[in-house]
């Protein structure tokens, strides 16, 4: 018995109805992994520019010019004479009580040698310690510090160093250290100008520099403060008659 031509009709528009939507499903699947891939070229093109915007501003402020004190010796807060045959270089923080310690022990002695000829001082001032301060008073001393160096002579220098690490005056660790105003008045009675070192404390004109020396500091092994090296050798115990014997060595 044959098919009606009706029926084969039917079944030719339904196998091609079928046909017709089985590449409509493979059409549209088509377009979804179109759209889905140009999304995701989108979004890794949207990143990729994040992150190139990203390392170009780190880069940025790494690269950034900051503030340098002047009369440097090689890139050092030197005090003495550069033909001078021992060099003392000393890495302290003035919020460190070592630190004070050992500039009240060993401080005379030491401008004894600078001053016959015998010593070169470089002084790094490190910023170590803002993490024991509440209100960050190593980077702020030291910023000072720098900045007397900066605007004045090596005496003003050195009044003002040694006055903030006078017994009395130097804080207690975790407590909060002498606000600006009173480093400015210190700065000034050792003979700093007041407009430059006030400029310099309200804009923190050195810090980054201070920054770096601190880092440096870690490169070069500097482990703590103080840290006293006589021509390069470390002195272990820094008391006057060792510092002293470190001296006498390096003269021979």
């Known amino acids: ?38 999304v995701a070229a989108v979004l890794a093109l949207v990143i990729g520019f994040g992150v190139l915007l990203l390392t170009m501003r780190d880069n940025e402020e790494r690269s950034e010019p900051f503030a340098t004190p002047r009369h440097l010796t090689a890139g050092q807060i030197m005090v003495g004479k550069k033909e001078a045959p021992v060099t003392i270089r000393i890495y302290e923080d003035f919020y460190c009580p070592l630190c004070g310690e050992f500039e009240r022990a ?14 070169k001082v470089e002084y790094n001032i490190l910023s170590i310690l803002d993490r024991l301060s509440p209100d960050k008073y190593p980077t702020r001393s030291a910023n000072a510090a720098v900045a007397v160096w900066d605007s004045s002579d090596v005496d003003t220098f050195l009044k003002f160093h040694d006055k903030l690490y006078e017994k009395d005056l130097q804080p207690e660790e975790g407590y909060a250290g002498h606000n600006d105003a009173k480093l400015l008045k210190w700065a000034v009675e050792a003979g700093a100008p007041e407009a430059e070192v006030k400029a310099a404390l309200e ?3 050195f810090v980054k520099w201070i920054e770096q020396v601190t ?3 870690s490169k070069d092994d500097v482990t703590g403060t103080p840290t006293a090296l006589v021509n390069g050798e470390k002195v272990g115990n820094w008391t006057p008659e060792n510092l002293k014997a470190a001296v006498e060595k390096a003269k021979e």
């Open 203 to 205: 804009g923190k004109k």
């Open 215 to 217: 880092d440096q500091s």
């Open 1 to 38: 018995m044959t098919s009606s031509p009706k029926k084969n009709a039917r079944t030719a528009r339904e196998k091609a109805a079928e046909l017709r939507a089985a590449q409509a499903r493979k059409d549209t699947r088509r377009r979804n992994l179109q759209i889905t891939s140009a």
């Open 106 to 119: 060993n401080s005379e002695q030491i401008k004894g040698w600078v001053k016959d000829g015998t010593v």
